[in-house]
């Protein structure tokens, strides 16, 4: 079945360090990808996302672009902040109304 | 995006008792909804599919008389953690896909802590 690998956390960073959270992904189809950040105590909000081959997405200075030829969808950023300290997923969906699935999640500190 | 509110977002209860945990679509309509539970520094394991005016769907390995789940209108899905033991402490949080998205949106999760 379709799963998601990411990268053993935690991640620890300084202040306007440059980020990166690997991700690769097995589907048989054309699965959409999202990367979803969760605060200490809180649910998931949606970072951002892509639907299709070569789509960028991008929100609050975070990007990750669907590589199909690598399957893979890493997260970066080029200058981190102790307010990004959270947990980060990735995860794909097969099509609409059907259950994301889920890499196991990276941990990500920013001290300053 | 749309939004899906989860109440109540903590609760404490004693061995044996049941504990209801409800999930609202506020701004939208929703057929399904999902239901997951998070370990302490694990992933989203998804437990069932609740779907509106039918019975839900249990991943493998999720007890169905436990975790007993009812989807009563296109609104609102609850999730009842009946006969709960100390092993049930967990992060649950249910989404809601809004029509053609793909993307899911969450509450914000209910931790339930037995004792």
């Known amino acids: 079945g379709d799963s998601v690998t990411q990268m053993e956390g935690p991640v620890t960073l300084s202040e306007e360090a440059f980020l990166t959270i690997n991700c690769t992904y097995t589907a048989t189809g054309y699965p959409s990808l999202f990367w979803y950040v969760q605060y200490p105590g809180e649910g998931l909000q949606l970072l951002l996302k892509?639907?299709?081959?070569?789509d960028k997405g991008s929100n609050k200075g975070f990007e990750a672009t669907y590589r199909k030829e690598t399957t893979s969808f890493h997260l970066e950023k080029g200058s981190v902040q102790v307010s990004d300290s959270a947990v980060y997923f990735c995860a794909l969906s097969d099509g609409a109304g059907t259950a994301l699935i889920f890499g196991k999640g990276t941990t990500l500190s920013v001290s300053s | 995006g749309a939004v899906v509110s989860q109440h109540p977002s903590w609760v404490i209860c004693k061995s044996g008792t049941s504990v209801k945990i409800e999930c609202r679509s506020l701004?939208?309509?929703?057929?399904?909804m999902f239901w997951y539970r998070q370990f302490p520094k694990q992933s989203l394991m998804l437990m069932a599919t609740s779907n509106e005016g039918s019975k839900a769907t249990y991943e493998q390995g999720v007890e169905k008389d436990k975790f007993l789940i009812n989807h009563a209108s296109l609104t609102l899905s609850t999730l009842t953690v009946t006969s709960a033991h100390p092993e049930d402490s967990s992060f649950y949080i249910c989404?809601?896909?809004?029509?053609?998205?793909?993307?899911?949106?969450f509450g914000q999760g209910t931790r339930l802590t037995v004792v």
């Open positions: 892509a639907t299709k081959a070569d």
């Open positions: 989404s809601g896909p809004e029509g053609k998205n793909t993307e899911a949106f």
């Open positions: 701004d939208f309509q929703a057929t399904t």
